[in-house]
Structures are given as structure tokens and as C-alpha cells.
């Protein structure tokens, strides 16, 4: 799916520079005026994310700026709302609860279908911390609790138009974790695909 993903960023990613020739003249010699687009935008994110055999949602929100009609820059923070990924403990014999939190920085290189519809290429490379809930209360030195991990976040996102400032998007994305050094936990662990539905405001 990595290189289908990557094949179709390239894709996007020179149709995007090509839609608009130097004084807005178009691939076929006609002069054309596009919209400007908002400055800035603002979206709530909510994510599905198959990890430890299992999916958690994943919630937050992301702002940032148009640089033009075709890139879109950005920051998002997210948090793992839900508190059914478990890690094993074979010392203790029993499952310790994961806790995720992260940031990210935002990149989008968009594609437009219609007036309606749009398809974007991000790039969303992040530091996070993950944790097990309640770690401390087993008795277990809080030093080794909580651990940073590094990650990138490609992925497809296909938004809709539904009024003149808000869109909807339906993506998939593929995390890959590095770093992670916490007791029980691998890269493996949270590292794999992420399913996406955001709304979006701003002048796109």
C-alpha cells in the first residue's frame, strides 16, 4: 500500500504545479481566475487506528495556513480516546492499557476534481509519548513510564465540498513508529493503517 501511496503523492504533486501556468494561464493556453483561498483553516480530526491487533480512536484537531491553491501548511495535536489497546506484561501477567498522545506537522498537496471535490496527498511527520494508564499504581518506578516516540504519516485524503466553508474528508494513512522504548511495547506495535474522517472550515 506504502508504494501505491507514494506513486500517487508524485502524481498529485505535479498536477498540482501544472493545473496553473506563470500569469494563471492554464495547460491549454486559456486564461483562467481561480478563487483566492482563505489564508487560514482549522479542522476536528478523528482517526481509526489498527494497532496491537485491535482499533483505537483517536481524536484532535488540526490549523493551519493555504501557501497557495494547491499546498496547505499546518500543525495537529491528537489524543488515543480510547482505552482498549493492550500491551501484555509477562512478568506481571496481565495487560497494561495504552495511553498515546502526539503532534504533528501538516502538509497537504492537493488535486481539484471539481469545484466539489478535491484529493490531497499529506505528509504528517510527528513526536509523540505513549504511556500505560495507571502504570505508577502497580508499584512500578515512574521513571520508566512514559516513553517519546518519533513517526511519519503519509496518506490519501479525498474531501468533499458541503457549503461554501466547511469540507469533508475520508482518508487513509499509514503510520510508521521509530524510537518507541517502553516496556512491552514495539515499533510494530503502533505503527500500521489509519483511517481518517475530518471536517474542515475555511475558504479551500
Same mark, same amino acid.
Given at each position: 500500500?506504502?508504494?501505491?501511496? !507514494?506513486?500517487?503523492?508524485? !502524481? ?46 483517536e481524536i484532535g484537531g ?10 496547505? !501548511?499546518? $500543525? ?23 495511553? !498515546? ?11 481539484? $476534481? ?25 508499584? $512500578? ?28 474528508? $475520508? ?34
Amino acid at each position: 500500500m506504502k508504494p501505491i501511496i !507514494l506513486i500517487l503523492f508524485l !502524481l498529485i504533486f505535479n498536477s498540482s504545479f501544472a493545473q496553473r501556468l506563470p500569469g494563471g494561464v492554464s495547460p491549454d493556453g486559456e486564461y483562467q481566475t481561480e478563487k483566492k483561498r482563505n489564508n487560514f483553516y482549522a479542522g476536528f480530526v478523528a482517526k481509526g487506528a489498527n494497532f496491537l491487533n485491535d482499533w483505537g480512536l483517536e481524536i484532535g484537531g488540526k490549523v493551519g495556513a493555504n501557501l497557495n491553491n494547491s499546498v496547505v !501548511l499546518g $500543525i495537529g495535536f491528537y489524543s488515543l480516546l480510547t482505552r482498549n489497546l493492550k500491551v501484555w506484561d509477562s512478568f506481571r501477567s496481565r495487560n497494561n492499557i495504552l495511553v !498515546l498522545g502526539y503532534g504533528t506537522i501538516e502538509t497537504e498537496f492537493s488535486h481539484k $476534481i471539481s469545484d466539489n471535490l478535491r484529493i490531497s496527498f499529506n505528509f504528517a511527520p510527528g513526536l509523540g509519548r505513549a504511556d500505560y494508564q495507571n502504570f505508577s499504581a502497580y508499584g $512500578i518506578d515512574n521513571t520508566s513510564s512514559g516513553d517519546w516516540f518519533f513517526f511519519v504519516e503519509p496518506g490519501l485524503v479525498l474531501n468533499w465540498k458541503v457549503s461554501d466553508i466547511f469540507w469533508l474528508g $475520508i482518508g487513509y494513512h499509514y503510520r510508521s513508529t521509530f524510537g518507541v522504548n517502553l516496556t512491552g511495547l514495539k515499533n510494530s506495535d503502533i505503527s500500521g493503517s489509519i483511517l481518517s474522517l475530518s471536517i474542515s472550515t475555511g475558504n479551500f
